[in-house]
C-alpha cells in the first residue's frame, strides 16, 4: 500500500484545498493508497511520499529536503503565482527538491519547465467548483455583452492585476468586482474606492447582496 501524508494551504472552506487536495484523493481506491493529513514531522516519515499543496514555508521545505534524502517522493502541487521575492525563492526551491510538480493550467505548466526538468511537471485541471460532485460541468454566459469585471483571489496576488484597478480608477465606464481576503478597513479598499471589494466568507451569498 501506497501511503501518502498530505498537506494543505487551508482545510475544505478554502475552495483551492477542495480543488486540489481533497478532490484529487476522494475517490482513491483505499486498498491501493492511504492519504494522511496533517501528521506529525516523525509520523509522516513512515509514508512513502509526501504531497504538499502551496505550501512552501522553511518548515515544509525541510520536510521536503528529508523526504528526498531518504528516498522517498515529494509532490509538489502549485496553483498561485508568487508576487513577494521571499515566496518566489522559496518555490524554486521546492521546484528543485521535488520529484514531481503538478499544476493547474497549461499557461502554469509551460512556466515552470522553463525552471525544472520538463518531464516533472504535469498538468492536473481543476475541476469547476460549483456542487460537490465530481461531474465536470460548465457555465454559459448569459449576456454576453456583459463588460463588467470580476476578479477572485488570495489578497497576495492582487499587486498582479493592480494595473487594472489604477485604469479603471481613472476610467470608471463599468462595474469592477473583486473578491479575496480582506481586513477590516482594508488599504485595498482605501486606495481603490471604485472598485467594489467583497470580502471571501463561507456565509457571504447571506450577508452581501452582489448586484448583477
Given at each position: 500500500?501506497?501511503?501518502?501524508?498530505?498537506?494543505?494551504?487551508?482545510?475544505?472552506?478554502?475552495?483551492?484545498?477542495?480543488?486540489?487536495?481533497?478532490?484529487?484523493?476522494?475517490?482513491?481506491?483505499?486498498?491501493?493508497?492511504?492519504?494522511?493529513?496533517?501528521?506529525?514531522?516523525?509520523?509522516?516519515?513512515?509514508?512513502?511520499?509526501?504531497?504538499?499543496?502551496?505550501?512552501?514555508?522553511?518548515?515544509?521545505?525541510?520536510?521536503?529536503?528529508?523526504?528526498?534524502?531518504?528516498?522517498?517522493?515529494?509532490?509538489?502541487?502549485?496553483?498561485?503565482?508568487?508576487?513577494?521575492?521571499?515566496?518566489?525563492?522559496?518555490?524554486?526551491?521546492?521546484?528543485?527538491?521535488?520529484?514531481?510538480?503538478?499544476?493547474?493550467?497549461?499557461?502554469?505548466?509551460?512556466?515552470?519547465?522553463?525552471?525544472?526538468?520538463?518531464?516533472?511537471?504535469?498538468?492536473?485541471?481543476?475541476?469547476l467548483d460549483v456542487a460537490p460532485s465530481r461531474k465536470r460541468k460548465f457555465?454559459?454566459?448569459?449576456?454576453?455583452?456583459?463588460?463588467?469585471?470580476?476578479?477572485?483571489?488570495?489578497?497576495?496576488?492582487?499587486?498582479?492585476?493592480?494595473?487594472?484597478?489604477?485604469?479603471?480608477?481613472?476610467?470608471?465606464?463599468?462595474?469592477?468586482?473583486?473578491?479575496?481576503?480582506?481586513?477590516?478597513?482594508?488599504?485595498?479598499?482605501?486606495?481603490?474606492?471604485?472598485?467594489?471589494?467583497?470580502?471571501?466568507?463561507?456565509?457571504?451569498?447571506?450577508?452581501?447582496?452582489?448586484?448583477?
Amino acid at each position: 500500500m501506497l501511503k501518502i501524508a498530505a498537506y494543505a494551504n487551508g482545510g475544505l472552506e478554502v475552495a483551492s484545498s477542495r480543488l486540489r487536495s481533497y478532490y484529487l484523493f476522494e475517490e482513491v481506491n483505499p486498498k491501493l493508497i492511504k492519504v494522511f493529513r496533517d501528521l506529525s514531522f516523525i509520523r509522516s516519515l513512515s509514508c512513502n511520499c509526501l504531497h504538499l499543496h502551496t505550501l512552501y514555508t522553511p518548515t515544509f521545505v525541510f520536510r521536503a529536503a528529508i523526504f528526498r534524502i531518504l528516498g522517498k517522493k515529494v509532490f509538489f502541487d502549485i496553483v498561485d503565482q508568487a508576487v513577494k521575492t521571499k515566496h518566489k525563492i522559496a518555490i524554486f526551491a521546492m521546484l528543485q527538491i521535488a520529484t514531481h510538480v503538478t499544476v493547474s493550467t497549461e499557461l502554469t505548466k509551460l512556466f515552470y519547465e522553463k525552471q525544472v526538468i520538463k518531464k516533472k511537471v504535469y498538468l492536473i485541471e481543476d475541476i469547476l467548483d460549483v456542487a460537490p460532485s465530481r461531474k465536470r460541468k460548465f457555465l454559459d454566459r448569459v449576456n454576453n455583452s456583459n463588460k463588467d469585471i470580476f476578479y477572485i483571489g488570495h489578497k497576495d496576488t492582487l499587486p498582479s492585476i493592480e494595473a487594472l484597478l489604477k485604469l479603471h480608477s481613472l476610467k470608471n465606464t463599468r462595474t469592477f468586482t473583486v473578491i479575496t481576503n480582506l481586513r477590516n478597513k482594508d488599504e485595498w479598499e482605501r486606495r481603490y474606492p471604485s472598485v467594489n471589494f467583497i470580502d471571501w466568507e463561507i456565509d457571504i451569498l447571506y450577508r452581501r447582496d452582489i448586484s448583477g
